[in-house]
């Protein structure tokens, strides 16, 4: 389980990420990322726990089979 230090690092990253992204859309995921690491790092320090999920990002296991597996794609 990783720590709260740990997610608020991985939001900070995704921000940094998202401020120099030149592509909106990449920008807009980094930031909903941003959010839920931070959220998650706030739920740990309030004493409760981060969902097993903490380590996935918003949105990923839906988006899991969209990208293909890269032959022909």
Excluded: F
Excluded at 22 to 47: P, V
Aim: charged letters at 20%; glycine letters at 10%.
């Amino acid at each position: 389980m990783p720590s709260a230090a740990y997610l608020r690092r991985q939001a900070d990253i995704c921000l940094r990420l998202a401020a120099i992204a030149s592509d909106e859309a990449a920008s807009s995921r980094l930031l909903a990322i941003h959010q839920d690491y931070t959220a998650k790092a706030d739920a740990m320090e309030a004493g409760g726990e981060a969902p097993q999920d903490a380590m996935t990002p918003p949105g990923a296991a839906q988006n899991a089979g969209k990208h293909g597996s890269g032959a022909g794609s």
